[in-house]
């Protein structure tokens, strides 16, 4: 009998990272996989899905405009749970700390179907921050059958909250696999607003989006970006912008029109790996990117009072500089004009992953139903 296995998600980074395992699942003589989407996202996550060539069995359709977390959450309850009466899968696999994975856990927990957690044990010190993703990982964590942690040191967040280390796999983050699968390769880019930005020129590549963000520590960033390209005539910012209105509505007035700043729509994945790897440094707030940039060697200034994903920090090739217009200005131009200090921080390390994630996950998943043995966890 094969394994009945639900992946389920509903945003551009949980696609980016449940992709490896989708596909390590469609390669398993194992498995019987059924994708299901929330659409908490709608033409973000559908981007995705086309890049890595997926087509979910199950759409839930979820998505509204300026959809509030209740609304996600019900949404996805209500609309999940007769798909997983009548699919009954063997095992539910959510990733991460959306609002989707949250209530896909939920609505499978209630019908006692085992949760499997990807990127489980990310912790900061408050459940306040990141609001309300801190939340949902921490609640993901009580009702998880099998946790795949991505670092050892989100293994020890949660042996330190009393969970079974014999339900705990140490996998590297799936994100590795794929960017990695995506990153090789010299293709030219899709998009044809990037049409001129590989002319030479120094390249800063900038992402915000997240909620604690919103409002005025997303002006603050706006306007040290502002200042940045005066300063900076030589350079090129780069930023692929949210779908999120409340995130563009910030950007766009104070940054369009200026010669060498690029406001772009959310970029296809194999584009942003490629801009990635041409960038000097990234700015950003958001989790995905603090992972990748490092595997490259790339300088990560984070746009956050703290962060569930220290690794690249201790590496020192991440570091938290939060909203504050002056320390962006001056980080950014030490990295752009001082060679000790760029090259004390462009150290290409692998703190989160080596490519094989998804082949650790699908085989501690088969281990689950006796089908398979373990693989050794990863460590750095
Ligand atoms: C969500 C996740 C966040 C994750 C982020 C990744 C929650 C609570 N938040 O935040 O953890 O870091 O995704 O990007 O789960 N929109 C579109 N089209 C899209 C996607 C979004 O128009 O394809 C707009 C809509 O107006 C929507 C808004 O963006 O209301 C916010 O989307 P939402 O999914 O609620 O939250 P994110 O801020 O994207
Ligand atoms: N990404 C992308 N196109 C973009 C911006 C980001 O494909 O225009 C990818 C990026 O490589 C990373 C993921 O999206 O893998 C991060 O998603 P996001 O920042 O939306 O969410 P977070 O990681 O903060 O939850």
New binding site residues.
Partial sequence: MLIKAMPIYG???EAIKMAPIVAAFQDSPLFDPHVVVTG??????TQVNDTFGIVPAGDLDIFS???G?EA?TSRTLDRLTPVLKDVRPDVVVVQG????AFAAGLAAFYLKIPVVHVEAGLRTPTIWSPF??EGNRRLLTRITSLHLAPTQGSKANLVHEGVDPSTIAVTGNTVIDAFLSVAQGDRAFESPELDGVDDGRPIVLVTS???ESWGDPMRRTAAALRELSIREPGTLFVLPL????LVRDIFRPALEGLPNVRLTEPLGYNDFARLTAMSRLVVTDS?GVQEEAPSLGKPVLVLREDTERPEAVTAGTAKLIGTDPELIVSNVSALLHDESVYAAMANAVNPYGDGKAAERSVAAIAAMFDRASRLPDFTV
């Fill in positions: 945003t551009r980074p908490q996202h709608r033409e973000m996550l405009h300026g959809q977390l996600v700390d959306t609002t989707s309300p993703e989006h997240r909620r949210h779908a999120n209105p989790g």
